[in-house]
DNA sequence: GAAGGATTTGTTATCGCTAACATAGATTGT
DNA sequence: ACAATCTATGTTAGCGATAACAAATCCTTC
């Protein structure tokens, strides 16, 4: 009666006013709309009915306060400017659309103090489970989640600690892996292309493994240029274009996406360079738009579809029971692909 | 006692744990933690310092229901699979950050059935204000939306009726003016490349004003491919070929998106034409990608990002009653963006 | 046809928080 | 000094649903 002297007051229809017209008790609606426990034929067809005849809409608050329970799973992920973690959102929704799961998408910015904040209030939703992306967090973030007694899966990235579960590929790795088939196809002087983005760790940790194995073989970068905003394929153009004519006779390129990657093979092509007898490229990623372009770009697949999915049935797993318990830590394996632009 | 007495029950910490641990009221810890009302700085360090310490994180399910209202925008979109709705996304996450308003998505695939239920589900939820790419809808989404009693923005499209609030172009105009552009420069053998969607509606929209326009210079298409799935800047490439093989003398190619009309572009480019002297193309959307193409597709802008913004400040508006009321019906006007792909 | 189990429906007590109102202290004015 | 006015805090009563338990109705079966 206080609340809803409030002028402003507008209520919904409740879970009463089908229950009133359809003379059955809250109970027995509330059974019916959620098919749980048994009903009479005959009631469930009048609660039907009188619930599609007033247009009730259940109140999922009030639900899931009182079942204790909230069927949405918290996703939160640096940035939606390129299709990476869109495909990973579908890798998600894939899975999740075969439950009662929903996902719920919080965005960071790379921004620790920002992925704090979304993390805090995901978590004030009570989800059923939690994807991040990335292993890197404030101290208090990893305290939350820690703390939160739901799933937690870190994806994107296995190189390092996780909170709870994890699902990924190592960019360590990859960038190893990737700087080892260059080396071995005989490449030595090698230019490398990237984000300025200090805070994405991925990036960085294949930019470190690449680094890693040039120096064991007692060489170097040659050079490197960096981006930040604008359209990817231009920048990768404009950044080959500066890296060659600023240091001469470098036989490759490796770019941190496939993104810049592909703006400077359409570069090297239209100037008429030797690709990949002179010089070579590859970047990472795996994007689907490499199957356009007039070569193949040299690449290596982050998984980020196969990634999305694994995370979304380990939270998917809670709800089974029966169902056998997903491995909580997941490492993919990323191959290199050559393509077309290397020897 | 009976919740309680489930043996998998897991209390979380309440505001009665606060309480207690900082010897106030649980309306007063409530008043710190929401910043509401007067509360002497004592007592607010003296709180926050016990919040703090037991790692208290808020339930907003029970908040919400108490206070009857939810800090959610729902947001439905058919696909995360190309940039558009990401970067429509963007614009709506870009306004929202400056508000207590969260997104939360749904993805329809483009299924009416679907979109119904997901509208269903969001619904449920009670949130702030609903975004929904589109102005088609099942009779009963619509019946729901309006019934519903908050802001519902329809995006995208402005060629209908909308439920309540609407933000977009007129898809049916952008066909009309991309046509007048091309007949306008003289070319008159045009080709249609699309995708097998009949329920994109806009994509159909822009088909019809195409076609309208052609219609009445007494022309008609003089071929047309459709593609679905699959990498689209590949598709490009071989529906150019496949159109250019089966049917001579083109003198022009319509791309009911970029990323196919990019693929085209460089087929075209490869294959040694000329273009845009002998041949013309255009796309639409106005994607970032173009920027680093050969040559600079011709198209027409989207307004996606555009979009976002102007229907989360229609959502975002009810929140500030003193704030002026925006427009609720917002047509956009994409220009048309010749490039370097028509003479 | 009455006992006894299965099926269907109803009642009660929360879930964790906040709006509205109530009250206790502190402050002020005359 | 005492009523009037603020400030700061507490109390009460829901918000709209569901879990757990209780009661009522319906069948069987002998």
């Known amino acids: 009666m206080t609340r809803r002297s409030d002028p402003d007051y507008r209520p919904n229809l409740t879970l009463r006013d089908v229950s009133e017209a359809s003379g059955v008790s809250e109970m027995t ?98 989800p059923t489970g939690l994807i991040v992306a990335g292993l890197e967090h404030t101290d208090a973030a990893r305290k939350m989640m820690q703390a939160a007694g739901i799933p937690i899966v870190e994806i994107m990235d296995v190189d390092g600690s996780a909170v709870d579960a994890c699902v990924g590929i190592s960019h360590e790795r990859a960038g190893r892996e990737t700087a080892t088939e260059i080396l071995k196809r005989g490449y030595r002087k090698i230019g490398f292309l990237g984000t300025k983005m200090p805070l994405d760790h991925r990036a960085r940790k294949r930019f470190e493994g690449f680094n890693a194995v040039l120096t064991e073989a007692g060489l170097a970068l040659a050079d490197e240029e960096y981006y930040s905003g604008g359209s990817a394929l231009a920048k990768g153009r404009e950044m080959t274009q500066a890296l060659l004519s600023r240091t001469k006779d470098l036989d490759f390129l490796y770019y941190s996406n496939d993104m810049i990657g592909a703006g400077g093979l359409l570069y090297c092509l239209e100037a008429g360079l030797n690709v990949p007898g002179d010089i070579g490229m590859a970047g990472f990623n795996g994007v689907e738009l490499i199957e356009g372009l007039p070569r193949r770009l040299a690449t290596m697949d982050s998984c980020r579809t196969e990634i999305g999915k694994a995370a979304a049935q380990i939270i998917a797993s809670v709800l089974d029971k029966s169902a056998p318990k997903p491995a909580r830590q997941i490492e993919l394996s990323p191959v290199f692909a050559p393509g077309d632009t290397v020897r």
Chains 1, 2 share one sequence.
């Open 29 to 126: 609606v509330s059974r019916v709309l959620r098919n749980r426990g048994e009903v009479s034929e005959k009631t469930r067809q009048k609660v039907l009915a009188a619930a599609r005849d007033l247009g009730y809409v259940p109140n999922k608050i009030a639900g899931a306060l009182a079942s204790n329970s909230v069927n949405l799973v918290g996703v939160i992920i640096p940035s939606l400017s390129n299709m990476v973690f869109p495909e990973v959102m579908m890798g998600i929704s894939d899975v999740l659309d075969d439950t009662p799961l929903q996902p719920v998408v919080g965005v960071t910015d790379y921004d620790p103090e920002k992925e704090e904040r979304v993390i805090f209030e995901m978590l004030s939703w009570r």
